[in-house]
Every structure is written in structure tokens, then in C-alpha cells.
């Protein structure tokens, strides 16, 4: 019987002897979310709904503390994207809402998203290049380093391709044999550390590929602001943070938020410091950059991995009190879920590693 077929779902709000561990599980969801830069407001209805499957608005209310004016419409942009729907109960005029798909689908899905995704973005990426060649011909300043940074992602979606796939197996052992004997050369770039100047036509390809990538499946749930500013460092390589005010339009405030997240996840680091004190950051290969962002969504996770271990041992010791409470199973499942998702997120973290040292 998977989690979703769980008959405890016929009650909706669980004993509230066991709300801790349902705060356990909603903080680990919402510590994931905040990590890929999703809406928290978003990510907490969204949390509720996964564990306790199905909810009314009032039910929604009473867990998250929010207005009933906020749940109304973010759950309306929820079921727009067809990941969540709702349905009315019979003879009254409430509905509930649910999650479209299978708890123990979000595994996978993440990795079909991601590969769908990929095709058509490397079709885009092939038809930008072509179009830079043009440029390079007619000497215009940045065309040979865009050019540059749409190779190494191009490289970077070959290695997806294989790691992905082999996420999803469930033999850990076939997985990294596999990987270990496949060799990924990646492009190595020796630029020293310069401010790099694109003339206006590139600008404009710089702009229209800014908005293919924020627009693609594997970012479109993310903080737009955010993948922005992530996005400039996969075009320029090199940037300031007065240099991304002026790029993004962005607040003093917010570009630094961003940039100490990036610092704090290893996706860039700080490669020159002018007698001034001005700071530059550098994010070295655009694919590398692309493979760590996925890398430091899996170690947060992966760093729940003891919290975990301890609630279901806790949840154990004291099932004889607790095995009666509504929402015992459903809690003790979805834990034992999330255990073994992480281990399988540290064979990814461990294969892209072996990506990385080549």
C-alpha cells in the first residue's frame, strides 16, 4: 500500500500529540523549498498538502496561521499549474485540495521534469550559438565569451543526462559502477579575472537567453529574482554587485541576500578584491555552475538525514501510545520516504563529486 492509498486520510488533521513530528516534517520541506528560492507561502500550503493529503481552505487556515484571503489565492496559482486540484464534497459548496500526484512520485518526477527540459533548451542553446558564430565574424565584443558559456552548459546537459537516469534506479550499486566508468572532460577555463564588455547586439542575445533559461521547467518554481541574478553569473562569468544592480535593476539589499546565498552554497566565490575593497565574484565554468546549484539542493537535504533518523526511532520507542493516534501511519511513512530519498540524493551528490574531480 503506498502512503497515498493510507485510509488515515479520511480524517485530515492529525492528533495533536503528534504535531512535533508533523512540524518535523513540514520545517524539512520548507528548509528544501527555501533552498531552490521557492514562494514560502507557496512551499507551506504546499508542505501541509503533501503530508496530510487532502485539505479544505479551513483546514489550511488552521495549520498554516494564514488569511483565508492568502490561501484562496495561492491555491488557485497551485492548481493552474496542474500539480495540485481540488474537488467539491458532496452537497456542500466546500472544496478540498490535494496533490495530483503520488508522494512517492516526487522522487522521479523532479528527474523527468529536469530531462524534459532539456531537449528543447539545447535546441535553443544550438540555435544562440550558430547566431553568436555570426557575430564573432563581425568582431563584436563578448559575442566569443557567450559563445564560450552556451559550450560549457552544452557540455554539462551530456553529463545530466547520464546522472539523472541513474538517480532514478534503484540499484545504488549499478549506479556507481556506472558512473565510474564513464570519464566527463570538462571544459577547463584559464580567463583571468576581468570585467568583460558585450556590444549591444549581444546584449540582446545575453537577454532573450536570460529568459529562456528563467523560463525553463527547472526554474520556473524558483525565486525569479534569484535565478536572475543566478543567470548573470552563468552569462558574465564576472560580477560585482553594483555591477548587478545596473544589470538587474535590483536593490542594494537584495543583491547582496543573493550573493551571500550563492557564496554560502559554493556556487560562486570572491576572485578579486580591488585596493578599494571592491569585490568581484566569479562562477568558472557555466556547466559546473549548473551541476553545484543541483549539488547544494541534494546536501541540504541529505544534512536532515540524523534529524530524521531520530523521529523515527522516537516514533518507535513510543508507538505503543502513539500507534492509535490519527496520523501515526501517515507521519511514520512519509519519514521512512524521506530516508530513503536521501539516500539516494547522496549517491547523486557522490556521483556528481566524481563529475567534478575530472
Do not use: C
Not at 495549520?63 to 490561501?71: D, E, Q, V
Not at 530531462?115 to 563581425?138: A, C, G, Q, V
Not at 543526462?161 to 570519464?183: D, G, M, Q, R
Not at 550563492?262 to 560562486?268: P, R, T
Request: net charge positive; aromatic share 10%.
Amino acid at each position: 500500500m503506498t502512503i497515498d492509498e493510507d485510509t488515515e486520510l479520511k480524517n485530515h488533521l492529525f492528533s495533536n500529540k503528534l504535531r512535533k513530528y508533523e512540524n518535523k516534517i513540514v520545517k524539512f520541506l520548507l528548509d528544501i523549498a527555501e533552498s531552490k528560492h521557492v514562494n514560502p507561502k507557496i512551499s507551506t500550503i504546499s508542505s501541509y498538502l503533501l503530508i496530510h493529503g487532502k485539505l479544505t481552505q479551513k483546514d489550511l487556515k488552521e495549520l498554516t496561521g494564514f488569511s483565508m484571503g492568502s490561501i484562496s489565492t495561492f491555491l488557485s496559482v497551485m492548481t493552474g499549474t496542474g500539480a495540485f486540484q481540488k474537488e467539491r464534497i458532496p452537497h456542500t459548496h466546500t472544496f478540498r485540495y490535494s496533490y495530483s500526484g503520488k508522494l512517492e512520485d516526487l522522487t522521479t518526477k523532479g528527474v523527468e521534469i529536469a530531462l524534459s527540459s532539456f531537449d528543447p533548451l539545447e535546441t535553443y542553446l544550438k540555435s544562440k550559438r550558430k547566431e553568436l558564430e555570426k557575430s564573432i565574424e563581425l568582431n563584436l565584443k563578448g559575442a566569443q565569451h557567450l559563445t564560450n558559456r552556451i559550450d560549457e552548459l552544452l557540455e554539462i546537459f551530456e553529463v545530466y543526462k547520464v546522472l539523472f537516469p541513474l538517480f532514478a534506479k534503484t540499484s545504488t550499486n549499478e549506479s556507481t559502477k556506472e558512473i565510474s566508468s564513464n570519464s566527463f572532460n570538462l571544459i577547463k577555463s584559464e580567463e583571468e579575472v576581468r570585467k568583460i564588455p558585450f556590444d549591444p547586439e549581444i546584449y540582446v542575445i545575453e537577454d532573450d537567453l536570460l529568459n529562456q533559461l528563467t523560463s525553463s521547467p527547472m526554474f520556473s518554481s524558483r525565486d525569479q529574482m534569484f535565478i536572475r541574478i543566478f543567470g548573470y553569473f552563468i552569462t558574465r562569468k564576472y560580477l560585482t554587485q553594483k555591477r548587478l544592480q545596473r544589470v538587474t535593476g535590483l536593490s542594494a539589499g537584495k543583491i547582496s541576500e543573493v550573493v551571500n546565498s550563492l557564496l554560502e552554497d559554493g556556487l560562486i566565490e570572491k576572485s578579486d578584491v580591488s585596493p578599494k575593497g571592491k569585490i568581484t565574484y566569479s562562477a568558472e565554468s557555466a556547466g559546473k555552475l549548473l551541476l553545484k546549484f543541483s549539488r547544494a539542493v541534494f546536501s541540504r537535504m541529505a544534512k536532515w538525514e540524523d534529524d530524521l533518523e531520530k523521529m523515527r526511532r522516537e516514533m518507535e520507542s513510543n508507538q505503543k501510545n502513539l500507534k492509535s493516534l490519527n496520523g501515526y501511519s501517515r507521519i511514520y511513512k512519509i519519514n521512512e520516504f524521506l530516508l530513503e530519498i536521501i539516500s539516494r540524493y547522496k549517491i547523486f551528490i557522490d556521483m556528481v563529486d566524481k563529475v567534478l574531480e575530472t
